[in-house]
């Protein structure tokens, strides 16, 4: 097996030729590590969560209708709850009573909302954590609200929601109907959507479809639609991001592309040698090859190991931020390690094709130094 | 367009891909018009110099098609939640019209930057280079394909929109037959099978043939191409209905997942293996009495042969042995 | 061989590590089953990522009339896109 | 055995600093024979030396390797004649700095794919021909004058070749170091190599050893 001794011995040699430019090689790593670092968050971060999203949704109402007035979302009455109930196929139809809440005391958004099985008393609350922890408030407390005719009522927290589910619990405030109806003046047949159940999955579209043309001013959104828009949310955010980071990216490449053409005299008089004792050409080339290898390999692991730590032991911290905004109430969650061969296949793809094609002309370059050259100086 | 990581990547790496070559053409051109081995000028050491750069570039394009090939159908799939209908990658593929001959393109690609590897090879270990200027007219050949591969992928890409919720209303248009694929026709299954064993067969015989008495390249080139096209049809068609156990699912990408071991990376791995060096047996045939090439030129024929042989035995092997325990019976 | 060293030792780290995704998605699953039995319990539609205005709680819900159009390719589909946070004065 | 047909070699052709390095030069050099080209610097010997070892190919006119022409072999089999037949050492030895000597006697052995073990052991045995055993280990620009020089040579000899082909070998050396290094090319004749040297250093050329002198000036063999 001549032909992997030959590997064996060149990438020996690659590797002691590496250690001895350490300064130089170090550089270079260190921003191949924190390029594949950066982008390797972002793609874990948004794939975790993309996947969270879809098992999380996937027991959420299958079909919701709103009504539309005048283009704006507005309250639907429940007669209409009673006639999709008659379509065939449909399961069942109740109504959400749901809303916002703006606390200026705390400069928090609230959703305010009625379970169907309220499990305590009139002016007793159920809050989720984030709610709990921005108003300073705990289990047994009172909250106020500013009801719609500007009167204050003052609701018992009997309940915080469990932290695990803060996800899509951070927010909350769970209440009874009566309470949410005097709270906001809503009619008693009147509720904020439908939430619609069909019998068999695969007719979901074919009875959104029917409701449309049945109540034309209403709008079915499909749970897969949902899940749809978090998906093209995510990729779009993440996309966003990679965008506003290709110039780092790009930086990156003419940063390799220079350190690969930039050749010091002294690498140059070596590659002469090189070529002077008998290496050919494709020698220098294959040496070259097993360097980039060597130095993608060694960043690739190492960002990618780093943004492991970063995103899934420590929520993501440097995005953190970003991604809260002047949010108030951000869910404290740690994601769930989501991560495939086909994102690390990406990454590798964005990171180091790159890299190799940038330094293939200039590896090049300086593996055709004439091999006389050394005799001549 | 769905930007996309993977997407961006795609895209990043075919423009570079075909920058490289058309770069690679430029001095190709210069090869082709001015190339003349007895001449010590230094034009010409130039350009033997300049010949080390094009392999290297077609090598890494080379690996390079090969990766995107698998990404560009594990993005499809991946995308395939987006669109109202598509089910796995064979569906987001249908979205617009450039995505099935984007595809294509890319296999083609793929194949015919091996079979230059094949020639660069052979002609690599002649002392005159006497395929020269054929090397580099056929990368000049390939060059146009690899433009049109990069534009239409962006054209696809580009045409991607997601079906999400809009302002007025739900996406409730429903696209009906977005899974099924376009210019596959399927035969009954007997004839479908007889084709598949018989095309098996005579590779099988006509390689045979040219490995023990070194008689019939071409006709085994033929037969490796031929089985190429029958077995990738037979895989869409029957096949994958047995391993997945669906008489009606045709996904030729859904092999590729988890829940089938990856078993579609060995189908499709061994049939790129064949027929390119089906093909390359072919290819190297009229150069075989080339006098500084008579030495080695049937020996690597004989090893291509050999390649092609194993490599369609053993996709026979596997299409046999999934159907033979698969559930489904038909 | 010092690099093969360092080549070992990440490759171990990532080892590890794909272990530990492995063991934390499995152990993910009662928890997301839990989340999930809230989600249908209270008929949920959405995650509660970002609360800063109640045009973005809610992105399923979206409608052309709310003050930043919450169609998900408008690029400033959240105030918490922008990637510096908004100053002090503006919030209040 | 090496013969040489009206060699022409042209720097820069067709532009304005065009340079005539060597010009029409017939020569042929006998196998087993110590040839020493003489000329003051810039009269082509180093040149024409590059191009009898297969380091660069001529302008013009045909090259004999033993009964192969080898004039418009391509790169890639210029460097597999040249790896089989010559060896070279060359006026600054051109040692690699920062790693060993025995690793430099290894360097041009690396791409014919010996086992890493087997070769190093041939390394060795070089450098103990050569009283080098203990001084494997050590860096070359840690390596005194003479040392360095007969690391030179092993490296010139881990191929084995027939041919050892060395340029002003004697340049950066004193006096006694140049006694030295005409005692080993005298052992390494002896051994049957064809040695060729190109060199203006009286220790060299007015050496016994010499069987023949070519004498160059301005690109041309005078003699």
Known sequence: MAWIDKQKNILDFTLSSLLRRKGKNAALVCVYTVVVFVLASIMFFTHAIKKEAMIILKDAPEVLVQRMVAGRHDLIDMKYADEIKKITGVTSAEGRLWGYYYDPLFRANYTLMVPPEFKYQQGEIAVGQGVSRSAVTEEGNIMPFFGMDGKLTSFRIRELLSSESELVTSDLVIMSEQDFRELFGIPKNRVTDLAVTVGNPQEVVTIANKIKKQFPDTRPIIREEIIRTYDTLFDWRSGIMLVVFSGALLAFIIFSWDKASGLSAEERKEIGILKATGWETADVILMKFWEGTVISLTSFLTGMIFAYVHVFFSSAALFEPVLKGWAVLYPQFRLVPYINAYQVATLFFLTVVPYTTATIVPTWRAAIVDPDSVMRT | MILHPAILALLAGSFMASAMLLYSSWFGIQIIRSWDLRSGSELQLGLEKRTYLISTIMSYAFVFQLVSLFLFIYTADSLCTLFVGAMCAAGTLNVNVYGYPAFILKLGNFILAGLWLILNYADNRAHDYPLIRKKYLLLLFITPFLVAETFLQTLYFLGLEAEVITSCCGSLFSKEGRDSLPLLYALPLVPMKLLFYSAMAGTGISGFRFYSRGKGAHMFSAFSLVTFMVSAWFLVHVIVLYIYELPTHHCPFCIFKKEYAYIGYLFYMTLFAGVISGLGVGLLRPFVKIGSMRSFVPEIQKRLALIALASYATFLFLAVYTMSVSALRM | ?92 | MIVLESVKKVFNQGRPNELVAVADASLSIDASKVTVLKGPSGSGKTTLLSIIGCMTRPTAGRIHLGDREITSLPERFLTAVRGETFGFIFQQFNLIRGITALENVMIPAYPKGERYGILKGRAMGLLAMFNLADKSASKAEWLSGGEAQRVAIARALINNPSILIADEPTAHLDTKLSGEFMEIMAGLHRQGRTIIIASHDPVVYESSLINRTVEMRDGRIVQ
């Not at chain 3, 709310?66 to 896109?81: I, K, L, N, R, V």
């Open chain 3, 1 to 92: 061989m010092i690099y093969l060293a360092v080549v070992f030792v990440q490759s171990a780290i990532a080892a590890v590590l794909a272990v530990h995704a492995m063991t934390a998605i499995k152990a993910a699953g009662p928890r997301l089953e839990r989340e999930n039995s809230v989600v249908s319990d209270l008929k949920l539609t959405d995650l509660c990522l970002f609360t800063e205005a109640r045009y973005t709680r809610h992105p399923a819900m979206a409608d052309r009339n709310t003050a930043f159009q919450d169609y998900p390719f408008s690029f400033e589909h959240f105030p918490s896109g922008s990637l510096i946070p908004v100053p002090e004065i503006v919030r209040k």
